[in-house]
């Protein structure tokens, strides 16, 4: 089952190009991020940082886009899913996770989450958890050519998620017809933190266009 999208036959050089020059402003801005919740400094350099801060956003938005990169891009763009808030390569909200994956419908991670994620003290923020587990779910699920839509996501939190380094994985469980059932855990070092059930449907509009 494909998406009736096309490929995305963007040449590597161009990829390659806006890679190298999108990708350091935006791990700059991650730096930023953390910076922005842990730096503590006088507030004489606060106020000189906010000044240089507003100077590049003004540089920046001399030009905005017209569509989300997502849009432009289309869905089968998987070589620059750069806007996505988990692994996009433009977007410092993410961390960003590398995620690997294999057709058998395995995807996996290692990853680290920064204080920008906390949420309980010292601990991931219980959404973001969410927002990895439903990622990388869906890798799984498209890695075994079943691509769909979160249609439910079921977590359960074992223990806190502590800040820093951790893993996540994910499988496909089952099929039927249109719909795909996944499974993934986080893993701190004390183990599993979270696990997730999401049930993945291949949508109506695009079960139209296929038939
Ligand atoms: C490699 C890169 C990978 C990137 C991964 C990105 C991961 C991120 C994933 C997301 O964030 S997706 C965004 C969050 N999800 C959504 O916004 C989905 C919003 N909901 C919808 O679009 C539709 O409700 C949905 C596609 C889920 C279902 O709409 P349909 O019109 O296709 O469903 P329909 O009513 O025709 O029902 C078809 C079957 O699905 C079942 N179903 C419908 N909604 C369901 C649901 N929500 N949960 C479970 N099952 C559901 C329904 O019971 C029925 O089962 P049966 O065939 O057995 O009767």
Known sequence: MNWPFPPDETPDHVV???TATWGPLAEA???LVDLCVMSDVDPEEVAAATADVEA???RLRKVRRTQTLGQEHLPAGRRRPWGNPVIGLRNPIAPPLQVHSV???RSESDFHCGPAYEGPPGLVHGGVVALI?????GHAVGAK???GMTGTLTIVYRQGTPLGDLRVEAW???EDGIKTWAKAQVIGPDGVTAEAEGVFILPRAIREQLA
């Open 56 to 58: 590049a956003v003004a």
């Open 103 to 105: 057709p058998e419908g």
């Open 29 to 31: 801005a991650r730096e």
């Open 172 to 174: 496909v469980e089952r």
């Open 133 to 137: 587990l439903d990622q990388v779910l």
């Open 145 to 147: 050519g079943r691509p």
């Open 16 to 18: 390659e190009h806006e």
